[in-house]
């Protein structure tokens, strides 16, 4: 069983910077790609941004010249790293890692990032 272990998250005033930390059981490059989605309350969970396993990045145009996503493959973790942070980045992010194999991925337990104005 696969774990991904998150942290990073925190409260901060906006205009802040937080980066947010994933560590998996295993090599990351068993991965098809790994990324952070984030649940805000009341809201649909929602794709922030992802890496493939040959480091091709993709970005939610909220985010986008904002957060940065980026690997460390000998540490088996993928980072956000997030700046210039608004009141509506307020949410629980969530590690995502999906599998070479169809439709088999797993998940974090989230890590809450909370912005104040």
């Known amino acids: 069983q696969v774990q991904l272990v998150e942290s990073g998250g925190g409260s901060v005033q906006a205009g802040g910077s937080l980066k947010l930390s994933c560590a998996a059981s295993?090599?990351?490059?068993?991965?098809?790609?790994m990324g952070w989605y984030r649940q805000a309350p009341g809201k649909q969970r929602e794709l922030v941004a992802d890496i493939s396993s040959g480091g091709s990045t993709n970005y939610a145009d909220f985010v986008k010249g904002r957060f940065t996503i980026s690997r460390d493959n000998a540490k088996n973790t993928v980072y956000l790293q997030m700046n210039s942070l608004k009141p509506e980045d307020t949410a629980v992010y969530v590690c995502?890692?999906?599998?070479?194999?169809?439709?088999?991925?797993?998940w974090g337990q989230g890590t809450q990032v909370t912005v104040s104005s």
């Open positions: 995502n890692a999906k599998s070479f194999i169809a439709f088999n991925e797993y």
């Open positions: 295993r090599s990351i490059f068993s991965f098809k790609a």
